[in-house]
């Protein structure tokens, strides 16, 4: 029985939450979203669209 399908990870620099949600989704073959909230983004960002990207990882 399969119990996550799909994760998805608020990165914040910490790598064993990172090996954890990596491990998670190795063994239940699921997506692994990761995702990183930036709280000052430059200027030049402003009107870029923000999309949210996949992240396979494969290894640490």
Do not use: G
Not at 1 to 16: A, G, H, P, T
Not at 21 to 34: G, P
């Amino acid at each position: 029985m399969q119990r996550f399908k799909n994760i998805v990870l608020l990165y914040e620099c910490d790598r064993s939450t990172l090996a954890r949600a990596t491990t998670l989704a190795k063994q239940n073959r699921a997506h692994l979203t990761v995702m990183q909230v930036v709280k000052n983004p430059p200027e030049k960002w402003q009107n870029i669209d923000i999309a949210v990207s996949q992240l396979i990882c494969e290894s640490l």
